[in-house]
């Protein structure tokens, strides 16, 4: 056997393990290791270890308490609990903070069932002394046939709506209920405004009256909501107003008599209704739709109807005459369709001369008033469109089409696009507000973008039905809550 070299002196004094470490280890390594041990020695011979013990014992923090864990055993005091609060009509008070009377309740067979009758006495529903009542109908009765309306004067449309001003006189509650139509007097020698509201009430306000309640003449014609006001355009039948409703009537006001006289109505059992009307330029014919779909062709002097046709399963919104070619009309429907018509050529099933659809229900489509070329019509995909035709009743071609919101919900009554009567080039209709505006917008054939809005600052509420005066310079908006707003020149 070979013999183990001795080792060196060095190699005794470093153990077995350190050998392995620095083989294993580098210089840098070594170096740094060597001078961690030189600073535990100058820290021990410091006693800083010794001080940092200290300092720690000084600063140590109090032991949080344990919180107790699950339910609490602790009991809460009780809060005071107030009463809810309730307003001065929950509480029976008035507005002075004074009890009000209660009022009687109606026993079962006391109850009075709304039916409708075929003739409803001219009389009062609000609190009209009879003397104003007799001088109302007497003015009324006297109102006769006017001069033709100067259509040059109203060349510059816009010139004449900057005339126009809403003052507070000129705001006044004409319904009971919100207001579904609207229509103007076709007089020049009083200033008198038709509102429909949706219980089946009539206000007729004279603006430059103070009789009845500040000129508002109210009335109960129909047991359900009115959908259409008409004055015959034909001088001789001055005094005369008709009214459709969906109770199933189309009735006249005859002053003379004064009475409401039911021109027709539908049998009880069908559970039908009006929705709309047109009159012809004599005034002797009516064009009336139903919510079963029909459209009906009334005799005005015999009560009778003459032609009923099935056109549609569906509620008809509107229906209007061709002003220059009567024999032209032109319906919208809520299946979203807008279709012309020719009394002629109409069979028991009858095909339209042309159909426009529509993405939704369409809310109105009327005939321009002076020429009846042009065609607008609202709804409710946010649009309103307008037609023209080369002439009246012919063809319609789509002009333009532009957004604007017609999503007005359930409480207000639907927009609806109207020309005035005095020009065959502008419309006009409500406009749901944004933050401030609120306004009635008027618009040309000409431009998707309103050319008038009309404001004020005493307007507070969406005008949704609106109409404009066939001879003066006057604009009436109404709203959900029976008011009558009226733009007109400042005296």
Known sequence: MSKRPNASRGDRSISNEEKKVREVMSNYELKRMKRIKENEKLLKSLKIFEAKEEFENVMKK??????????????????????????LRLRNLDPEGIPVPERPQPKGDQLQVRVRQRTVPLKCANEVSNEDQKAFCNSLSLLGGDSAVD??????????????????????KVTQG??????????????????????????????????????????????????????????????????????????????????????????HDLN??????????????????????????????????????EMYNRKVKTIHLNPMKESIFVTACVNGSVNTWDLRYIKKNPEPLQSMKFFKSVSSAYYSPLSGKYLVTTSLDNRIRLYKSASAGGPLDMVMAFYHDNQVGRWLTNFRAVWDPKSDEHYMVG????????????YSVISPVPTFQLRSDSLSSICCVNASHPKLNVIAGTNSSGKCYLWRESV
């Open 62 to 87: 109090p032991a949080k308490p344990v919180r107790q864990q699950g339910l609490r055993d602790t009991v809460r005091t009780p809060k005071e609990v107030l009463p809810p609060r309730k307003s």
């Open 151 to 172: 259509i040059a004067k109203y060349n510059d449309y816009d010139k004449e709506l900057q005339k126009l001003a809403l003052s507070e006189q000129d705001i006044t």
């Open 178 to 267: 919100r207001i579904t139509t609207c229509a103007f007097h076709p007089t020049t020698s009083k200033l008198l405004v038709a509102a429909g509201d949706k219980y089946g009430g009539l206000g007729l306000w004279d603006v430059e009256s103070q009789q009845g309640q500040k000129g508002v003449f109210f009335y109960s014609p129909h047991v359900a909501g009115l959908t259409c006001l008409a004055f015959p355009p034909s001088p001789g039948a001055s005094n005369v107003l008709y009214t459709s409703s969906y109770d199933g009537s189309i009735k006249c006001m005859d002053v003379e008599r004064e009475l409401f006289d039911e021109v027709y109505g539908l049998p």
């Open 272 to 309: 039908d209704g009006f929705t709309h009307l047109s009159l012809d330029s004599s005034g002797g014919m009516i064009l009336g739709s139903s919510i079963g779909g029909d459209v009906m062709l009334v005799d005005v002097r015999s009560h009778k109807r003459e032609s009923v046709w």
């Open 431 to 442: 406009k749901m507000p944004g933050r401030e505006d609120r306004e009635i917008q008027v």
